[in-house]
């Protein structure tokens, strides 16, 4: 019965779960990379911030939150939608240290200095014993499920969606066409560039909540360059800036 939980295969069902985070780091790499025309390769580094601080709330904090609530399905959910704002939190002040110096930086540039933090990232965690550096953390309860995750994806594609066809989001695109128009018409690009940042980090962080919270085991080396690359792979693949592109990108990418 467990191997077939919901009468799906569990390996057919991770597949599923993890196209489903994929989607929501696709989309919210897509804001920064594809809508705003700055180069970040460093989405890994944001994943991984929010998986590990998500991970680290629900692992050493539930026993004093579950003596508070009780163990039922509602306390169980408050729980993991709290630990996975946290991690996007924490994953999205992050992206506002990264945004900062990368107004100065443009093309091949930011694109290094957003590889070197999502590398600082991974070293930072392999080195703090508290989640179990090079040995990885395990022990993390599987609160992960389709339905939170195709929940996060939506609103991912809800939020990134919307905020590029307001009025407010059309700054986004001014700045990816052209900075030095677009600060003439009295644009603040340097305001639209960190809140791509801010707000990519912060999905990237929700989604690295629900990956730990799946696999219930994480790994700095998970983290790495590589991760960040198959993602950016997903963001070019499906058309930079366009988010239904970026999905479909995602779901056959992680398929293959």
Known sequence: ASHFSGGINSYYLQIVIFIGINITL?????????????FSLGHAGFMAIGAYVSAYLSTEHSTAFFKAFGTN?????????????????????????????SLRLKGDYLAIVTLGFGEIIRVLIQ???????????SGIASYTTLFW??????????????????????????????????????????RYKVTAFVLGAFFAGVAGGL??????????????????????????????????????????????
């Open 26 to 38: 696709a989309v919210s790499l897509n804001l920064i990379n594809g809508y705003t025309g700055q």
């Open 73 to 101: 399905f509602f306390s169980i959910a408050l729980l993991f939608i709290g630990v996975l704002i946290a991690g996007g939190l924490v994953a999205s002040v992050a992206g506002l240290i990264v945004g900062v110096p």
């Open 127 to 137: 080195n703090t014993d508290a989640v179990g550096g090079p040995r990885g953390y």
């Open 149 to 190: 995750t195709y929940s996060v994806a939506a609103i991912t594609i809800y939020v990134v969606v919307s905020l590029v066809d307001s009025t407010y989001g059309r700054g986004f695109l001014t700045v990816r066409d052209d900075e030095v128009a677009a600060e003439a018409v009295g644009i603040n690009t340097t």
């Open 211 to 256: 990956y730990a919270h799946s696999t219930t085991y994480i790994n700095p080396s998970g983290f790495d360059f590589q991760r960040s690359i198959e993602i950016v792979i997903m963001v070019i693949l499906g058309g930079m800036g366009s988010t239904a592109g970026v999905t479909f990108a995602a779901i056959l990418l992680t398929l293959l």
